[in-house]
T-cell receptor, first 113, second 112 residues
Framework: DADVTQTPRNRITKTGKRIMLECSQT?????MYWYRQDPGLGLQLIYY???????NKGEISDGYSVSRQAQAKFSLSLESAIPNQTALYFC????????????FGQGTRLTVV | GEDVEQSLFLSVREGDSSVINCTYT??????LYWYKQEPGAGLQLLTY?????DMKQDQRLTVLLNKKDKHLSLRIADTQTGDSAIYFC????????????FGKGTTLSVSS
């Protein structure tokens, strides 16, 4: 089983709909992240959380919100999806420490039509 | 703000060496990383280097770090078709709470 699991793996939604992407981890890491990948733009940090009560905006948080329901769960919501939010979304985890190697989920491909 | 720059594409022949370059801006970065993304998959850590090192070698991989120029490179010796992937350079930035900041990725294409 994957250590970092994202659901769903693929989703097509309509403009204006609310959608939630979920991430759960079994690695016991305290830090969790949401990134978005667009072709030619690499990965951009949306939100990150260092523990359940510590949530921080990343480079591109507008239009997104997050919830850290437990140490192992970190969900990303699009309150009112728009087509330019079509992208590949990755959840990642890391453990406290300067090395902060990140472990990634398999990604969620979201299409907003 | 923090920025990590990479060239977008590299094409090599099987058996040749590949060199992927990266420049970064945050001098406070303590670790610098190379991640590999194969088609349809998430990112996996390939190797990393601590900022007080100049070079790190791991089998076919050699990482060179020039702190003065803020330049990082990844050399893959004897490149194989299985090395075809997107390679991301990343730095952990103190200002972002050590969250990783990634470059745009270099697509390596290996032809036989």
């Amino acid at each position: 089983d994957a250590d970092v699991t994202q659901t769903p793996r693929n989703r097509i939604t309509k403009t204006g709909k609310r959608i939630m992407l979920e991430c759960s981890q079994t690695k016991g890491h305290d830090r969790m992240y949401w990134y978005r990948q667009d072709p030619g733009l690499g990965l951009q940090l949306i939100y990150y959380s260092f523990d359940v009560k510590d949530i921080n905006k990343g480079e591109i948080s507008d239009g997104y919100s997050v919830s850290r329901q437990a140490q192992a769960k970190f969900s990303l919501s699009l309150e009112s999806a728009i087509p330019n939010q079509t992208a590949l979304y990755f959840c990642a985890t890391s453990i406290r420490g300067r090395k902060s190697e990140a472990f990634f989920g398999q990604g969620t491909r979201l299409t907003v039509v | 703000g923090e920025d990590v720059e990479q060239s977008l594409f590299l094409s090599v022949r099987e058996g040749d060496s590949s060199v992927i370059n990266c420049t970064y801006t945050d001098s406070s970065s303590t670790y610098l990383y190379w991640y590999k993304q194969e088609p349809g998959a998430g990112l996996q850590l390939l190797t990393y280097i601590f900022s007080n090192m100049d070079m790190k070698q791991d089998q076919r991989l050699t990482v060179l770090l020039n702190k003065k120029d803020k330049h990082l490179s990844l050399r893959i010796a004897d490149t194989q078709t299985g090395d075809s992937a997107i390679y991301f350079c990343a730095e952990s930035v103190i200002g972002a709470g050590t969250a990783l900041i990634f470059g745009k990725g270099t697509t390596l294409s290996v032809s036989s």
